[in-house]
């Protein structure tokens, strides 16, 4: 009788598994079609001049300006300067973020004092601060990679914050009355308990790391995808502007799925 059970239930799974994997590629199929159908549509009216092809180029001009930019602007340099300036400020955006939750979740009275000022620094228009963050770091990576981490900093703390303080409390009033102690709680309960909202500061901060870094090349940067961009418009090369846009959106997408690859092996681990 188990037998049989047990092969009902494998027949089941598969089902389940045959479903999912069909519901997968139905899904990757209608992105796919629904960005060609897109593609197709904005080509054919920038050719038939129903949109102005000069203000919003079109999918065969932007293939030729990103071939063009191998040859004539070095594209494989200004992504690289992007990508550095991005990579290296997400990486410390995300360091500063969970080691700062930790302190003000250890420390209830110093969240009590840090808080509104992490609220007014989270509301406060970065870019303001570009003339000041110039002079402290001159026109270089550092003031980019500065404001890279200046954008997205905040928002980390309070997602690793808000995860750490939503821990279970009967969880952890039961690791107290077995006798453990507040680092004993932190690293057996606390820390594990909040890899998926580790997981979504990360998640978050891709897209907070590359707002941050373009935001610096558009003041500071004499290289870059963001300088490119800002190149292009004051010179009226749209195509150029699109083109690097594409690019960023590309970048950005790879970078994601490289943290939603991290979570798989993470949930891989854990189970």
């Not at 690097?244 to 939603?260: D, P, R």
Request: hydrophobic content about 55%; aromatic content about 10%.
């Amino acid at each position: 009788m188990k037998k049989k059970q047990v092969k009902n239930l494998s027949f089941g799974h598969a089902l389940y598994l045959k479903k999912l994997k069909r519901e997968t590629i139905t899904v990757w199929s209608l992105r796919f079609t629904l960005l060609g159908a897109f593609l197709v549509l904005w080509e054919m009216l920038a050719n038939a001049s129903i949109i102005d092809p000069f203000i919003t180029s079109s999918p065969s001009r932007i293939i030729k300006t990103i071939a063009n930019l191998f040859y004539e602007y070095n594209l494989i340099y200004h992504i690289g300067v992007t990508l550095s300036e991005t990579v290296i400020g997400f990486i410390i955006t995300a360091l500063i973020g969970t080691i700062v939750a930790l302190i003000l979740w250890w420390s209830e009275t110093l969240r009590r004092v840090l808080e509104p000022y992490i609220v007014v620094l989270n509301s406060l228009p970065k870019i303001a601060l570009g003339p000041m963050i110039i002079i402290w770091f001159g026109s270089g990576s550092k003031a980019i990679i500065f404001m890279t981490v200046l954008i997205g900093v905040i928002v980390a703390i309070i997602t690793m914050m808000n995860g750490f303080l939503s821990t279970d409390d009967n969880k952890v009033t039961l690791l107290k009355s077995m006798g453990a102690n507040k680092f004993q709680i932190l690293t057996k309960l606390v820390i594990p308990g909040n890899l998926p909202t580790f997981i979504s500061m990360l998640k978050i901060s891709v897209g907070m790391a590359w707002i941050g870094s373009i935001m610096g090349e558009y003041l500071v940067s004499r290289a870059g995808l963001g300088y490119l961009i800002v190149y292009g418009g004051q010179v009226f090369k749209l195509d150029l502007v699109m083109a690097s846009t594409i690019i960023l959106c590309l970048l950005a997408t790879v970078m994601y799925a490289l943290v939603v690859l991290l979570e798989k092996i993470i949930i891989k681990h854990k189970n």
